[in-house]
């Protein structure tokens, strides 16, 4: 994987004061460490080398992992959860946080991200670029969302990838909610709560295939 980097900055959330880890060999690990690393003491490391990991090693470090696929966000979870690690999170400097807004950890948001009063954004979750979440949005554990998305009124359960360029809309007294480890494809525009996993053009389902499938 060729190396990455970029000129935007980015703010650390839930900070520890230890140093930064960052696992797995994904684009936007590579990318946040080539930023960190000339910044503060962070490393790089595989799955393996975590699960291989002596306490004292894990001790010295808090922790992040930012990848697009529910499958490996989980795997990565459970080997550090196993361990008993502390994460953190990640913020792009040009993103906007309205009032009350909740940041779970080992969460990513990238750029222009608004999130707007009353927004839950849960553990273990990507947030790409230029995503607008309002009107009490809820985005659940482990969570993709691609960019140029927007939410209103609209809840996510846990795994759920919402994929470009797809609106959620529900209105303020019956809010949109999408099952857990539902794939949602680009383009899409869902109005109405999806009640059984799958992947969907907007509101009609077209495979049975989840988020930990595909």
């Known amino acids: 994987m060729p190396i990455v980097a970029s000129t935007a900055n980015y703010t650390v959330l839930h900070d520890s004061g230890r140093n930064l880890c960052f696992v797995g060999n994904t684009q936007m690990n590579n990318l946040l460490y080539n930023y960190f ?16 990991s002596t306490s ?19 795997q990565v979870k459970n ?60 985005i659940g554990d482990c969570c993709q969302v691609g960019p140029f998305c927007k939410f209103s009124s609209t809840t996510l359960g846990q795994g759920v990838v919402v994929n470009s ?4 809309y ?4 019956r809010p949109v909610v999408v099952a857990d480890y539902t794939n949602i494809n680009l383009d899409s525009r869902v ?20 988020s930990l499938d595909s």
């Open 79 to 138: 080997a550090l959860d196993a361990k008993g690690v502390i994460y953190f999170s990640v913020m792009g400097d040009s993103c906007m946080l309205g009032e009350n807004v909740n940041i779970g950890y080992n969460t990513f948001l990238n750029q222009n991200v608004s999130a707007w009063a009353g927004t839950v954004i849960g553990d273990h979750c990507s947030i790409t670029d230029f995503i607008d979440l309002a009107h009490d949005t809820v």
């Open 170 to 173: 529900g209105p303020h007294d």
């Open 56 to 74: 004292e090693w894990v001790d010295t470090y808090q922790f992040m992992s930012v990848s697009t696929r529910p499958r490996f966000k989980y």
């Open 165 to 168: 360029r797809v609106f959620l």
């Open 37 to 52: 690393k000339t910044r503060r003491n962070c490393t790089l490391v595989s799955l393996e080398d975590i699960e291989n």
């Open 191 to 210: 109005l109405l709560s999806i009640i059984e996993p799958g992947t969907y053009n907007g509101n009609r389902r077209v495979s049975d295939l989840t």
